[in-house]
């Protein structure tokens, strides 16, 4: 079955640096998104980016199917953005969906 | 604007014991619906979705049933809880299928002794 890789699992930053977190699956996928988990467990959607590059606010993501993965990029961290995120793509159902375990960032003051 | 809301925000039940969680959306009609759980460190798994009232599937068997009895009410419940069932449950919607962006609820925390 498909699979959700996300790397680093973890990550600690200090205020101000950028993070890097990637995701890569085992099987095409004609949907990805990125979400943002806070930690008292509450999911927010930061990007939808089946391909190409999108960019929010300080969110940057860059997906390139051929290859199966995709990358966040978080520039100027701020405490705030401390959390877990989430990668998921479709399992080759529009309405089923696979997450991998994430990435627990961790931003310092 | 559209709501979502799920109760009871915390819940903890004995083993064998029955369960019944709720979501409710408003202020957005015929919308697609979701269940997911996680554990306590574990990863997110999609449980059921739901297109239209009286139609649910199931993506995941965790000994779970799901309900939609009305557009705007997906209920998720079984009659005789596991430990296993322990952890984090979260509803969502999306206006459409898993390629438009979903909004979820602020959860419900189950612990089961």
């Known amino acids: 079955g498909q699979q959700v890789q996300q790397s680093p699992a973890s990550l600690v930053l200090q205020e101000g640096e950028n993070a890097e977190l990637q995701c890569n699956f085992s099987?095409?996928?004609?949907?990805l998104q990125w979400f943002y988990q806070s930690p008292g467990g509450s999911l927010v959607s930061l990007l939808s980016?089946?391909?190409g590059t999108k960019h929010t606010g300080r969110l940057t993501s860059t997906t390139v199917t051929k290859e199966r993965r995709s990358s966040l990029h978080i520039s100027s961290s701020q405490t705030t953005d401390s959390g877990t995120y989430l990668c998921?793509?479709?399992?080759?159902?529009?309405?089923?969906?696979?997450f991998g375990k994430g990435t627990h960032l961790h931003v310092l003051p | 604007a559209q709501t979502i809301h799920q109760w009871p925000v915390a819940e903890i039940k004995a083993v064998g014991s029955p369960l019944s969680l709720g979501c409710t959306i408003k202020?957005?009609?015929?919308?697609?619906l979701y269940w997911y759980w996680q554990a306590t460190g574990g990863t997110l798994q999609q449980l059921f979705y739901?297109?239209?009232?009286?139609?649910v599937e199931s993506v995941v068997q965790l000994n779970l049933s799901a309900s939609r009895p009305k557009d705007d009410q997906f209920i998720l419940s079984t009659e005789k809880l596991l430990l296993s069932h322990s952890g984090f449950y979260l509803c969502?919607?999306?206006?459409?299928?898993?390629?438009?962006?979903?909004?979820f609820g602020p959860g419900t925390r189950l612990t089961v002794l």
């Open positions: 980016n089946p391909s």
């Open positions: 739901s297109i239209t009232v009286g139609q």
């Open positions: 969502a919607w999306s206006l459409g299928d898993w390629y438009y962006e979903q909004y």
């Open positions: 202020g957005k009609s015929s919308p697609n």
């Open positions: 099987s095409t996928a004609t949907q």
């Open positions: 998921a793509i479709d399992r080759a159902n529009a309405y089923k969906v696979i």
